[in-house]
């Protein structure tokens, strides 16, 4: 009941294009949601977040789509660039919890 | 602030050393996390801390990892005796009020490998 599963476990793009990652989580505690940004070497870092109580979230070209009833959520890169080439985790917490429940990641790599 | 900083950036050590991993948490952050990441598991939380004290250890792989916090701005991870399968890289992350969903920094890691 705490995981987060994350697919697609890999994902290459051309330029432009607008890669999709998938989450789901069993615990219905989980009130923040946030997407980390890791590049090779070094540690990840915060992209984007969202609570439950807003269906999308868009930050510049990266948008979170959150379907409570279903317990899904999905990032999406608009107009994807070289530059975005990392490994996206999604995560999951709780407020008044202090752990942070990692999916596995999806490796993106976008093509010139 | 210089971030979370961790030391060292890289270790190479042989099969049965004793190994130690050093943090340094953002400034006024009150909880602190460790974990461990490899290409197979993924990233794995080994301990927390929340005002330094340990809150779940409930990760840590095995009773040759032990980990401290005797201050706010300091913690270590332990590996006595390492083995070939603790190869990884662990990192260290701190964030403000964690029990609120608070954004977690994390260090830049530690490259272990043990031969």
């Known amino acids: 009941q705490q995981q987060v599963k994350q697919s697609p476990q890999s994902l290459i793009v051309q330029k432009g294009g607008i890669p999709i990652i998938n989450c789901a989580y069993e615990?219905?505690?989980?009130?923040?949601f946030p997407w980390y940004q890791q590049f090779p070497g070094k540690g990840p870092a915060l992209l984007i977040a969202i609570r439950p109580d807003v269906s999308e979230k868009k930050e510049g070209r990266f948008t979170i789509s959150f379907n409570k009833s279903a317990k899904q959520f999905s990032l999406h890169i608009m107009d994807s660039q070289p530059g975005d080439s990392a490994t996206y985790f999604c995560?999951?917490?709780?407020?008044?919890?202090?752990?942070?429940?990692f999916g596995a990641g999806t490796r993106l790599f976008v093509k010139a | 602030d210089a971030g979370v900083i961790q030391s060292p950036r890289h270790e190479v050590t042989e099969m049965g050393q004793e190994v130690t991993l050093r943090c340094k948490p953002i400034?006024?952050?009150?909880?602190l996390f460790w974990y461990r990441q490899t290409m197979m598991r993924g990233l794995e939380l080994l301990i927390y801390?929340?005002?330094?004290?340990?809150?779940?250890d409930s990760g840590m792989p095995e009773d040759r990892f032990s980990a401290k916090m005797p201050n706010a701005s300091f913690s270590t991870l332990k590996i006595q005796p390492s083995e070939p399968r603790d190869s990884a890289v662990y990192f260290c992350?701190?964030?403000?009020?964690?029990?609120?969903?608070?954004?977690?920094?994390f260090g830049p890691g530690t490259r272990l490998t043990v031969t």
């Open positions: 992350a701190s964030s403000l009020d964690g029990g609120m969903g608070g954004e977690q920094y």
């Open positions: 801390f929340n005002n330094n004290v340990p809150i779940d």
């Open positions: 995560a999951a917490t709780y407020t008044g919890g202090f752990k942070t429940i």
């Open positions: 400034s006024g952050h009150n909880s």
């Open positions: 615990n219905t505690a989980f009130d923040y």
